[in-house]
């Protein structure tokens, strides 16, 4: 386990537990009575040390929290628990003073240059305006410190840009402003979110380029927030994978390219379109997209997706929802009249019971459904989801759907890496081997 | 080139005006598309990608005027009535856009979205066969019938791109253009698209122009790739041989500048693609061609022929009677500023 066995000196960013969750607004009645609506959980328990020096990869999907974990880790973003220390020092809970002072030293590149740069200002004004905020400089010495960054970052010669307006310049010539500002404060951290994906294919080798020479120079260390696992193989050193707030995989990039652990990992790395004609689309991919975080999965939030889902995975009533929806889109109209009208409602299965009792509308008994669901599972025994039933009995009115219990993963050291899959966890694979022997 | 092309555009160009001059976004561009074939059009942004596709469909902004050729079942869709193109516009001809959730409409049911649709262009539809008709399609796009009576906001990105998708099928189209239809979705969610597009051809017939600026989709995704520069196709060929083997520096080039997991080296083209108002003379590409001669900085070059249905525009490839001795020496140049190339 390299991230904790790391010395102090060596972390410069430590996270210790971290969640940040968003309240949602609900309705208005809701708001009235003073009713919580719940929250999304954007980054729910995240250990993460960030070393000296080092490019460490944060990446992806929408949705999985990485811009947020970001924002955290700056200050942006209130954290709701849990510690971040910044060269030792504690942010969480900083006043927005504290926080100023300490933001000379982290700096942030966002996604899109066009709407980072204000439009009304010049680039010199743009990129010297961190040096104004924090009473740095001023007047000619300002225009010079632009400069010399505008110089640094290969927008040169300087005195062409600096009385230019951001609509002068190209996409990769703001990016490299952007950074610029970023870097004219001499941080030691600076997170880039996404720095790349706007531009064109020609110029992102650019800017990356730019970021690993600014690097060597200066020592800078890197949180890189990206979707994109193939810029990630070139530019980090280290990766750690998200999946719906939690970091699910992390390691050295070679270890996590070379011999990915998680399913998750393995999908994302099989489903990136590679410019090599002999390739052809993946059928094999994940089924769904990115579940809704205010209500994520039991067990492992990647289950309802993951080829390899087991017995204690995490099987909820949402997912025999799925299984019969996504039958049904295959299926020729008469067919899936035929079923619906078997089943009903679906409604009632949008829960995360483990234990749940569908009621058989009229015109269909629990022998009914309970024939169905024997027949769905004949006709594809290999889907996952039927390891996780535990017990299913019919009566006249309803069908009784006992479901096993989830087991949620824990992150576990395995070879180079850490991964959080109930695969490469003894206790859940013993706990699914006890059941697997108390069906026969 | 195709035996049978659904459709054939001959010397299109689009040209539209702006405050700085004419901008010449697609000139003299030819390419045929046969049925149930994927030609993939890449290129960098600003080289008029998008603007040759909504061009083929007469769908151009006020103030561009269009001239030459788009064949469609014999008829010429350049200089058609707008009353005429709408017509074949869904029956014969679709488009899907990059942007699905600004397309549908956040008050109608996805039904109501299909209810119209079929409506308007199908008339003679009774209410049972829409139904069938537009269940059967989402289903194609796995979109289960127990959500057809929702609403737009109720879908994740993904599916609304697959309804997006639905919607252009539902009609049958011969020709469907899909402009960049993955870049906003997930990795994962967009292997999911691109094999539904590929697997149109096989179950529509379809002929689809796939417009991208990801080289790794053109790859994957389709039968044969046209690559542009500057408003003109530069080479065009099977998907494989022009992506083993490119025959225009540019292609090549692009090639390299992509980022995959085998890049061990990063590589970029110097400078940026040129404005269409006042392309550069000769050849477009010569100011960043590597391979650029002396007579790419003046004569444009004439596109030439290949083995295996291919045509490239590169004067390395002749022909090779107009080329005297001096006119392969390699172009001088002075260098690019750093600042150029952003």
């Known amino acids: 386990m390299s991230a904790v066995a790391a010395t102090p000196d060596d972390v410069l960013v430590s996270i210790r537990g971290l969640k940040t969750y968003y309240a949602l607004r609900g309705s208005f009645r809701q708001r009235l009575v003073g009713r919580e609506a719940g929250s999304v959980k954007a980054v729910d328990d995240v250990n993460l040390d960030i070393r000296r020096g080092e490019v460490l990869g944060l990446v992806g999907e929408s949705g999985s929290g990485k811009t947020t974990l970001g924002r955290t880790l700056l200050g942006l973003v209130p954290a709701t628990d849990g510690s971040v220390r910044f060269e030792g020092e504690e942010i969480t809970g900083m006043s927005e003073r504290e926080l100023r002072a300490i933001r000379r030293r982290m700096q942030i590149v966002f996604q899109d240059p066009h709407a980072s740069l204000n439009p009304a200002m010049t680039i010199e004004q743009s990129v010297g305006h961190p040096l104004e905020i924090h009473g740095v400089a001023k007047g000619v010495e300002r225009r010079l410190r632009v400069a010399e960054a505008l110089e640094t970052v290969g927008l040169s010669p300087p005195e062409q840009f600096l009385d230019k307006y951001p609509s002068d310049l190209s996409g990769g010539q703001k990016q490299r402003a952007v950074i610029a500002r970023a870097i004219i404060l001499n941080p030691v951290l600076l997170v880039a979110d996404e720095p790349v994906s706007m531009l064109d294919m020609s110029v992102r080798a650019k800017i990356l380029e730019l970021m690993l020479n600014l690097k060597h120079e200066f020592g800078f260390t890197y949180l890189y927030i990206t979707h994109d696992l193939a810029t990630a193989k070139f530019f980090c050193d280290r990766i750690a994978i998200l999946y719906l707030g939690r970091i699910v995989e992390i390691g050295p990039s070679e270890a996590i390219y070379e011999d990915p652990k998680h399913p998750y990992t393995k999908a994302l790395l099989r489903a990136i379109p590679e410019p090599d004609p002999r390739r052809t689309v993946p059928r094999d991919l994940p089924r769904g997209e990115v579940p809704d975080a205010a209500v994520p999965p039991l067990g492992c939030s990647f289950h309802p997706r993951c080829p390899a889902a087991f017995e204690v995975c995490g099987w909820e009533s949402r997912d025999l929802r799925d299984l019969l929806e996504t039958r049904w889109a295959h299926m020729a109209e008469d067919d899936y009249e035929r079923e619906q009208a078997i089943v009903g409602d679906l409604s009632a299965l949008d829960t995360t019971a483990t234990t749940f009792r569908l009621d058989a509308p009229a015109g269909s008994s629990g022998d009914d459904l309970l024939a169905l669901l024997d027949r769905v599972r004949a006709e594809d025994v290999d889907e996952p989801f039927w390891r996780g039933v535990r017990h299913l009995s019919a009566s006249t009115r309803h069908l009784d759907v006992q479901l096993n219990d989830p087991y949620s993963p824990r992150l576990l050291p395995v070879e180079r890496v850490q991964v959080e899959c109930n695969l490469f966890d003894d206790d859940a694979l013993a706990r699914a081997e006890v059941l697997r022997v108390a069906e026969r | ?342």
């Open chain 2, 1 to 342: 080139m195709t035996r049978d092309p659904v459709v054939s555009v001959h010397d299109l160009r689009v040209y539209y005006g702006s405050l700085r001059g004419t901008v010449r976004a697609v000139d003299r561009v030819s390419l045929d598309i046969g049925a149930g074939e994927v030609l993939g059009l890449v290129g960098e942004s600003g080289c008029g990608k998008s603007t040759l596709g909504r061009g083929i469909l007469g769908l151009l902004p006020e103030g561009a005027v269009s001239d030459g050729e788009v064949l469609y079942g014999g008829r010429n869709l350049v200089g058609m009535t707008d009353r005429a193109l709408r017509r074949l516009r869904g029956p014969d001809l679709g488009l899907i856009f990059q942007e699905p959730m600004t397309r549908l409409n956040p008050l109608m049911r996805i039904e109501e979205h299909f209810s119209e649709t079929l409506k308007q262009h199908e008339p003679e539809l009774d209410a049972d066969e829409i139904r069938r008709r537009s269940l059967e399609t989402l289903g194609r796009m796995g979109i289960p019938p127990t959500r057809f009576r929702q609403y737009p906001h109720e879908f994740s990105g993904g599916m609304r791109q697959r309804i997006m998708i639905a919607l252009a099928l539902v009609l049958r189209p011969k020709l469907l253009i899909a402009d960049e239809p993955t870049t906003s979705l997930d990795v994962i969610v967009e292997a999911q698209i691109l094999s539904i597009l590929a697997d149109l051809r096989h179950n529509f017939g379809t002929a689809l122009l796939l417009i991208t600026h990801n080289l790794g989709i053109v790859a994957e995704a389709c039968d044969r790739v046209a690559v542009m520069y500057a408003g003109q196709i530069v080479e065009e060929g099977d998907a494989r041989d022009v992506f083993g083997d490119p025959a225009h520096p540019y292609t090549r080039e692009l090639l390299r500048s992509t980022i995959s997991l085998d890049t061990t080296e990063l590589h970029s083209i110097p400078g940026a693609p040129p404005s269409l108002i006042t392309p550069p003379t000769g050849c477009r590409f010569h100011p960043r061609c590597p391979d650029a001669m002396r007579a790419c900085a003046v004569e444009p070059p004439i596109e030439q022929g290949l083995a295996g249905d291919r045509r490239v525009l590169c004067w390395l490839h002749g022909p090779d009677e107009l080329l005297a001795a001096d006119d392969r020496a390699p172009l001088e140049r002075v260098e690019l500023a750093v600042a150029e190339e952003a």
